[in-house]
Each structure stands twice: as structure tokens, then as C-alpha cells.
């Protein structure tokens, strides 16, 4: 099988940065979770003055779920999470600055964002064919799907890593606005960089775990 084949030791060191990842940014949310601003806004106060204050006719819902803010660019609306939208926490309004970061970066057109918006589509139907095919050309040893499955894998990998500086740069949006405009006092901004780091290594993990991935179907398709 291509998940339990010789070059799954490849993907060891991935997984345990993975996990890894994960810990820290439980650790750092679960943390600065329990300690409120000095100011005791909520994340959705805070979204609301960093919108405003850039510009932004952007509307601002509460959705279920845990970690699952996200800005949608299509219909202009920031989703926070329950956790995120009424809490007063540091990792809070962290949060909701980070995904105002999105909102500005839509605004100013920033080029990454622009890109992953648009390869969204395609690489939502080629990261669920990539492996289908790509073992299809295995089982029945056929190079040319090898080769598709491999180029729809690789479209996958250039997502992840256009993604990083997508979420690096609103990280850093997010805890340069907090600064300028005092939402946060500087002990509560090293909170909120240390929860917003923590979850860009997830990121980092993601691209990582496809980029092994893609040296796999490579290494497994000269096999063949």
C-alpha cells in the first residue's frame, strides 16, 4: 500500500513536527485563553475597531466551533469562533486581529492572498483525486496517471506554501495594528504573538507534510 510502503519513513519527522504544532498552539490558546485584556474587550470589539479604523465595510458573525475564525472574501464577512467572538482573552482578540489581517490584505489586494483565492477551486478537486489516480497508475503501472496524480499532487504543495506568507503577513498585520492603536498593553501583545506563532507552525506543518508527500509519489513512481 502507498501509505505503508518503505518511504513512509520519510514522513516521520513531518508527523512528529506536526504533533508538535498542535501542542504548542493548544498549550499557548489554552493559556492566554484564561487571561483577559487589560480592557476587557471582547474579540469581536476588537475586530470591530481594527475594521473600522482601515476602512472596512466587512460584517462580523459568531460561528460554532473551536479555532474556526476565518475571513470569507467572497461575501466580505469575518466568522470568529464562540471561543473567540464573546471572549475578553488575550488569545482572543489575538485571534480576531489575526483574521482582520485577512480583511486588509483582500482590501490592499495583496498578491499571495490573491493567487490562493484563485488556485482554491482547482486545488479542492485535485487534492482529492491526486492519490486515487496516482494509485491507479501504480496498481496498473500506466506512467502517464502516475504523472497526473503526481501534477495534481504538486498543485496541492504550491497551496501550502502560498499559504504561509498569506498567514504570516496577517499575523503580522494583526500584532502591528494592535500595537499602533493600544488594544493591547505590550505584555498582552507578547500573548498574542506567541498564540499567533503557534499556529502559523501549523501551517508550516501542513506544507511540510505535502512537500514529503509529493518526494514520495516521486520516489515511488521512478520505482516503478
Same mark, same amino acid.
Given at each position: 500500500?502507498? $501509505? +505503508?510502503?518503505?518511504?513512509?519513513? *520519510? !514522513?516521520?519527522?513531518?508527523?512528529? $513536527?506536526?504533533? +508538535? ?10 493559556? +492566554?485563553?484564561? =487571561? ?43 466568522? #470568529? ?8 482573552? /488575550? ?21 499571495? *492572498?490573491?493567487? %490562493?483565492?484563485?488556485? /482554491? ?7 482529492? !483525486?491526486? $492519490?486515487?489516480?496516482? $494509485? =491507479? ?7 502517464? =496517471? ?9 498543485? /496541492?504543495?504550491?497551496?501550502? !506554501?502560498?499559504?504561509?506568507? /498569506? ?5 503580522? %498585520?494583526? #500584532? ?19 498564540? !499567533?506563532?503557534?499556529?502559523? *507552525? ?5 506544507? &511540510?507534510?505535502?512537500?514529503?508527500? &509529493? #518526494? %514520495? ?8
Amino acid at each position: 500500500m502507498f $501509505f +505503508w510502503d518503505p518511504t513512509f519513513i *520519510l !514522513l516521520i519527522p513531518a508527523i512528529a $513536527f506536526a504533533l +508538535w504544532a498542535q501542542s504548542q498552539i493548544k498549550k499557548s490558546y489554552a493559556g +492566554w485563553s484564561d =487571561i483577559d485584556t487589560d480592557r476587557k474587550i471582547t474579540g469581536a470589539d476588537a475586530a470591530k475597531i481594527i475594521l473600522s479604523a482601515n476602512g472596512l465595510d466587512v460584517k462580523i458573525e459568531k460561528i460554532s466551533g473551536k479555532l474556526t475564525d476565518n475571513y470569507d472574501p467572497r461575501s466580505k464577512i469575518l466568522h #470568529l469562533s464562540e471561543g473567540v467572538y464573546d471572549s475578553q482573552s /488575550v488569545a482572543a482578540v489575538g485571534i480576531a486581529a489575526h483574521e482582520c489581517g485577512h480583511a486588509i490584505q483582500h482590501a490592499n489586494k495583496y498578491a499571495p *492572498l490573491k493567487i %490562493r483565492n484563485s488556485i /482554491v477551486p482547482v486545488v479542492s478537486i485535485s487534492s482529492n !483525486l491526486a $492519490f486515487p489516480i496516482f $494509485f =491507479i497508475g501504480i496498481i496498473f503501472s500506466i506512467p502517464i =496517471i502516475l504523472k497526473i496524480g503526481i501534477w495534481l499532487f504538486a498543485g /496541492v504543495v504550491v497551496f501550502q !506554501l502560498i499559504t504561509l506568507p /498569506v498567514e504570516f503577513d496577517a499575523s503580522h %498585520r494583526a #500584532l502591528k495594528t494592535l500595537d499602533r492603536m493600544a488594544i493591547l498593553s505590550p505584555e498582552e501583545l507578547t500573548g498574542a504573538k506567541e498564540v !499567533l506563532t503557534a499556529a502559523a *507552525l501549523t501551517y508550516v506543518a501542513a506544507a &511540510l507534510m505535502a512537500i514529503v508527500n &509529493l #518526494l %514520495r509519489m516521486l520516489l515511488l513512481s521512478r520505482r516503478r
